[in-house]
């Protein structure tokens, strides 16, 4: 399998995520201190000029606000740290990020897959003899209930307490149809004169991937096929006996992606 994987966007992401969770709680912390203003000032006392007799007439509203941006600024770090961050993930000795995670459960494909990491318009796709797969990726734990469209996490104490720190199950239905909007307008855009009606052939399958080991997953006749990291190899293989795309075309769908795909590192893995 050959690996184009965007790492200079990856970086970025990341660092984007540490820095708001740094800001966040620098806001926190000045809210924390506007707190403790009446304490440390009687409230009897002349108001002071410049920034202390500011924080005598305002703490509170000081500390109100620093509460809430901070959190939001911290949400905002964890949605793209949890994303983008390499951690350890339950069950696992492998310290990775969740496009690596996702390349590890795909080991083992041969050299007519390409797997796209932050290279496409789409997060994470796979061109190969199956076509092309589009992974919606999930890495929180916890119990998934899928029902046609519907996803749902119930309700937990655990949840509650973990709230700003969760990714949210979200709808990969959703988010999988407009990928795949995307990736037939890229298709379009990649075709030459005789490659246009091959390209628009191609299938294009959307799978709701969740990495982390400890999910839960309930499933009622889901609308797109929601997997364990340690289900896709099996899923892709049998997608591939059932489309059998022949040889030339897995060749030229390839060519087109790699040629619109922006990658700092491509690798191939044996």
Known sequence: MKVYRNLTQIKK???????????????????????????????????????MGFLQQYWSWVSFAALFIGFICASIGSYFINRYARRRWPGSRFYERPDEVLERSMKGLDDKYSYFAMSLP??????????????AVRSDKGRVTVSGDKWREPFSFGRLFTIFAREGVGNPAQDLEEQKVKLRALLAESAQSGDAALLQSVPIDGVAVFLNQEIQ??????????????????????????????NATIRTLNEALVAKADYQEAAEEE
């Open 13 to 51: 992401r990341e660092t984007r995520g540490r820095r708001f969770s740094l800001v966040g709680l620098g806001i926190l912390f000045v809210g924390l201190l506007a707190s403790f203003v009446p304490t440390w000032i009687n409230p009897l006392d002349p108001i002071q000029p410049g920034v």
């Open 122 to 135: 789409v997060g994470y796709a796979l061109a190969g003899a199956n076509g092309i797969t589009i992974f």
């Open 217 to 246: 997953l309930e499933l009622s006749n889901p609308s797109v096929p929601a997997l364990r990291a340690d289900q896709v190899k099996d899923y892709l293989r049998a997608r591939a006996r059932e489309v059998k795309l022949p």
